[in-house]
């Protein structure tokens, strides 16, 4: 992949990242017992990109992701905590990811991406709050996470799978990485 295609394909990804996290937003909360939670749909984005481009690349379309999200939509908390919750995710899921495919497939590293984003968000608030009591909304913000990410890496599977230039995309990784 030549730098300009590079480029391109970054862009694509942080845009599309973008278009899903504004949608998302205009969704009224779809879970009635945990107030705030959200699908994460902007994570199928995130997952291409870890499987399909370097770790530098995939993390500068979460930046990208995150930047204009917050600027085309956002507040300076809504951007404190969305930074957060997808910076300790993205961390997370390349952890994940770098066990191997023989042990975590990609909905594990969905789903590990899934629950760091609530740990990262409840973090923040703990630490505006100025108490750790905000944690205890973690359990029900988990269970949340872990279907969701169930969910969202079944989909980004589905995708990297049947979407044939993703295809080559992870073959091209694959194969400078084997190099």
């Not at 278009?19 to 984005?45: T, Y």
């Not at 500068?60 to 930047?67: H, P």
């Not at 975590?104 to 923040?124: C, K, P, W």
């Amino acid at each position: 992949m030549t730098k300009n295609q590079r480029l391109v394909y970054i862009a694509l990804l942080a845009s599309q990242a973008v278009i899903i996290s504004l949608i998302e937003r205009a969704i009224p909360f779809p879970f009635a017992i945990a107030p705030g939670a959200k699908l994460g749909l902007a994570n199928i984005i995130t997952c291409m990109a870890l499987y399909t481009l370097s770790t530098k690349d995939a993390a500068k379309v979460v930046a990208i992701r995150i930047v204009l999200s917050t600027l085309l939509g956002g507040t300076i908390s809504s951007f404190m905590y969305s930074a957060s919750g997808a910076i300790l995710s993205f961390i997370g899921m390349w952890a994940v990811k770098k066990l191997g495919p023989n042990r975590v497939s990609l909905i594990g590293v969905s789903t590990a991406g899934a629950i760091l984003h609530n740990v990262g968000q409840l973090m923040i608030a703990s630490w505006i709050a100025q108490t750790w009591t905000v944690l205890l909304y973690l359990p029900v913000l988990s269970f949340i996470g872990i279907l969701s990410g169930i969910a969202i890496g079944i989909f980004a599977n589905y995708l990297l799978n049947h979407v044939e230039k993703l295809h080559y995309y992870r073959d091209l990784r694959e194969l400078k990485r084997n190099i």
